[in-house]
């Protein structure tokens, strides 16, 4: 009888944890999952965990197959030449095969002041905090959310929406991914929730103080707490580790998510940079990305050969606290259509979408195998196209 072939998952996140469940297809295959928290946190749920309108976790033994093992422990350096991941208490977990999928946090906010008096939102820890932060705030008190992206607007209406008294900064325009027409309605939604809009380029965040936040424009806005929802980071886990990333971190790897340096490493959801062109940063991402890291190294171990990635992202969904939404349908290619769901059937849409996220990494653990996604088949290779000419463009 054949050993085992050992794969490890390095994260337990949307890419992660959908990973592991699809490896259970082959008997052969022992799979262990290495996270930091005993707990799976659907991120989808954290501005609501922020407002205290759910706690934002999820018991591992609902959504990891049966077979799946957890390691609770962070990882510290992988050994590819050794096959080997290194982890925090010192032990080394050998792996034939291993699939790095560790996320993504709140990036480090780079405006003076803001590290040491803004709250970030994007991680179970952060939300926890800021929770903490607001029990203890008076409900008059000014509350600044910095970012008009998805965290951003949901945190803000989240908030307003108990009578908070909250300013929304978005350093752009409100919702940059949603159509013309969409987005004058999420402005119509915040300002229903009694949400104050700053939008415009000239109003980015320039300082942050204990009690105020420094536009651009020069005005500066009380603030007795100010939560950062501008942008993410990845961890540094690759290039500590000697492996080739992208300029944010990213691992870099070929159109099947395996890494450009070792063919037994293959990356998913947040931290991977297939081509150099990652996909947007979302948890339905996440998940297929994911699954399609797992199809990956099952060719391989099967002595296949493993297909590129092939991913399409038909709609984009926010909700304006627990009352309305907005379900915004998208071309293949990402292009917002004027076309969208909201109020009460944005809200049922996005809050199906939130069950669903979690719904189908339960299913892949009892039907490995099963998780399916709308492909593009066009515009990526369209763009890797693109991209190839300008790189083989002589400089002029």
């Not at 119509?188 to 949400?195: E, N, P, Q, S």
């Not at 296949?304 to 939404?325: V, Y």
């Not at 849409?349 to 719904?359: I, N």
């Not at 593009?376 to 083989?392: C, M, S, Y």
């Amino acid at each position: 009888m054949g050993k085992n072939i050992e794969v490890v998952v390095v994260g337990g996140g949307y890419a992660g944890v959908m990973a592991a469940n699809r490896l259970t297809r082959r008997d052969d295959v022992t799979v262990t999952v290495v996270n930091p928290r005993p707990v799976f946190v659907p991120r989808l749920r954290l501005h609501q965990l922020v407002a205290g309108t759910h706690d934002a976790v999820v018991a591992y033994e609902d959504v990891l197959a049966d077979r799946v093992r957890l390691v609770v422990d962070s990882a510290t350096r992988i050994d590819a030449a050794g096959r080997s991941l290194v982890v925090a208490d010192g032990d080394d977990i050998g792996y034939d095969h291993l699939v790095y999928a560790v996320g993504s946090g709140s990036a480090g906010p780079r405006v003076p002041g803001a590290a040491e008096f803004a709250y970030p939102v994007a991680t179970l820890e952060a939300a926890q905090r800021v929770r903490s932060v607001l029990d203890d705030t008076p409900m008059a008190a000014a509350v600044t959310v910095v970012g008009g992206g998805p965290t951003g607007i949901e945190t803000a209406a989240e908030l307003a929406e108990q009578g908070r008294a909250v300013t929304l900064v978005c350093g752009g325009v409100v919702g940059p991914y949603l159509h013309p027409r969409a987005r004058r309605k999420a402005r119509k939604y915040l300002a229903r929730l009694g949400v104050t809009l700053v939008e415009g380029q000239e109003t980015a965040v320039t300082a942050v103080t204990p009690d105020a936040v420094e536009l651009g424009d020069g005005r500066t806005l009380p603030s007795r707490v100010t939560l950062w929802a501008a942008g993410f980071e990845v961890p540094d886990l690759a290039a500590r580790s000697g492996l080739r990333t992208d300029a944010v971190g990213r691992l870099l790897t070929d159109e099947t998510l395996t890494s450009v340096d070792d063919e037994r490493i293959v990356a998913a959801g947040d931290s991977s940079a297939p081509s150099g062109l990652p996909f947007r940063m979302s948890a339905y991402a996440a998940g297929c990305l994911g699954a399609h890291a797992a199809d990956t190294v099952l060719s391989r171990i099967a002595g296949e050969q493993p297909k590129p990635i092939d991913l399409a992202f038909p709609a984009m969904c926010i909700s304006f606290g627990r009352q309305a939404g907005i379900f915004q349908l998208a071309r293949k290619d990402e292009t917002a259509v004027p076309v969208y769901f909201s109020g009460g059937a944005g809200k049922k849409l996005k809050e199906f979408s939130c069950e669903a996220s979690v719904k189908h990494l339960v299913t892949e653990a009892r039907k490995p195998g099963s998780h399916h996604w709308p492909k593009d088949g066009k515009h990526r290779p369209q763009l890797l196209q693109a991209r190839r000419e300008n790189v083989a463009a002589p400089l002029t």
